[in-house]
T-cell receptor, first 111, second 117 residues
Framework: RKEVEQDPGPFNVPEGATVAFNCTYS??????FFWYRQDCRKEPKLLMS???SGNEDGRFTAQLNRASQYISLLIRDSKLSDSATYLC????????????FGTGTQLKVEL | DTEVTQTPKHLVMGMTNKKSLKCEQH?????MYWYKQKAKKPPELMFV???????INESVPSRFSPECPNSSLLNLHLHALQPEDSALYLC????????????????FGQGTRLTVV
């Protein structure tokens, strides 16, 4: 089983749609969780950290379920500019900061 | 300044060449990373430096040699690479090294696109 798993997609959605991405992680000792966004041929950029209580930033909502080892990202009112690959990232404490990336989920928002 | 700067942006090298990738950050971050990313794949961790000491080596071949001269700089020395080593090499930094408080979101440089011929 991979350490961090995501549905690779692609998710093709119309502009204005709501879309949800899921991520599961295998190491129960994982401590920090993030969603990154990566545009084609660019570096990953932090979208948001994921907190146990859930958190929201504008159109983006992240949720964490430690019991199920599951993280989600909800995007409301999708924009064309949201088209990118969304990477789930998990930090596994121990021996330094080991940030492990999921395989990424590709989103294409269409007119 | 929330930048991680990598040089060069592009590099073409032969299999017998020796070259170095450079990374710099001035955010006072104490953890720095090298990642390798192949096309349509996620970044794969290679090395982690925490407080200027190598803390993680993900079984990377010795033809890749990291160096952390000081808390702001991270180098990756390349020697006798293979064509399959062609990839985007990403440097990242995060605020804390080890410790109880995990403030570990990482900031990435734009990467060096390496082609081995």
């Amino acid at each position: 089983r991979k350490e961090v798993e995501q549905d690779p997609g692609p998710f093709n959605v119309p502009e204005g749609a709501t879309v949800a991405f899921n991520c599961t992680y295998s190491n129960s000792a994982s401590q920090s969780f993030f969603w990154y966004r990566q545009d084609c041929r660019k570096e990953p950029k932090l979208l948001m950290s994921v907190y146990s209580s859930g958190n929201e930033d504008g159109r983006f909502t992240a949720q964490l379920n430690r019991a199920s080892q599951y993280i989600s990202l909800l995007i409301r009112d999708s924009k064309l500019s949201d088209s990118a690959t969304y990477l789930c990232v998990v930090n596994q404490k121990g021996g330094g900061n080991k940030l492990t990336f999921g395989t990424g989920t590709q989103l294409k928002v269409e007119l | 300044d929330t930048e991680v700067t990598q040089t060069p942006k592009h590099l073409v090298m032969g299999m017998t060449n020796k070259k170095s990738l450079k990374c710099e950050q001035h955010m006072g971050h104490r953890a720095m990373y090298w990642y390798k990313q192949k096309a349509k794949k996620p970044p794969e961790l290679m090395f982690v430096y925490s407080y200027e000491k190598l803390s993680i080596n993900e079984s990377v071949p010795s033809r890749f040699s990291p160096e952390c001269p000081n808390s702001s700089l991270l180098n990756l020395h390349l020697h006798a690479l293979q064509p399959e080593d062609s990839a985007l090499y990403l440097c990242a930094s995060s605020p804390s090294g080890t410790g109880v408080i995990m403030n570990t979101e990482a900031f990435f440089g734009q990467g060096t696109r390496l082609t081995v011929v």
